[in-house]
């Protein structure tokens, strides 16, 4: 298991900080939220693509026992369990993580900004 040996919410600049030894890894509320281990993102079996998320922040992180983080962001959003070796994957997969879910909004001509979302519905 990957324990950080801290963990840092920056509120100002919407992001979780986790320090691993001499590693240390900025994971951006957005990135968290829509990559959250919740039925809610990941469904029952095929993920939920999850869009408008561009703005969405941390407002509190709670410890759920030994062994993981309750992210709480301020969409009300608060019911994945990031466990300490998915928080690691997320940590150290980023950015390979990050360009699948950009494709993936391409390709449903989706949008990170929940304006363009609202407009694109309204249309």
């Known amino acids: ?3 950080p040996s801290a963990v840092k919410l920056h509120k100002a600049s919407r992001t979780l900080e986790l320090q691993y030894g001499s590693e240390s890894y ?4 957005e990135f968290l939220r829509v990559h959250s281990p919740s039925a809610e993102v990941q469904g029952h079996g095929t993920p939920i693509l999850q869009i ?3 703005h969405v ?3 509190s992180i709670e410890p759920a026992g030994n062994y993981a ?3 709480c962001f ?9 466990s300490w070796d998915y928080l690691y994957q997320l940590a150290t997969h980023r950015d390979a993580l ?4 950009l494709a993936a909004l391409a390709a449903a001509g989706k ?8 407009i694109k519905l309204m249309l």
């Open 69 to 71: 983080l309750k992210l």
């Open 52 to 54: 408008g998320k561009l």
């Open 74 to 82: 301020d969409d009300g959003h608060d019911s994945g369990l990031f």
């Open 26 to 29: 900025t994971l951006p509320a």
């Open 98 to 101: 990050w360009a699948d879910y």
């Open 57 to 59: 922040g941390l407002h």
């Open 1 to 3: 298991m990957h324990i």
């Open 111 to 118: 949008s990170r900004d929940p304006d363009e979302s609202v």
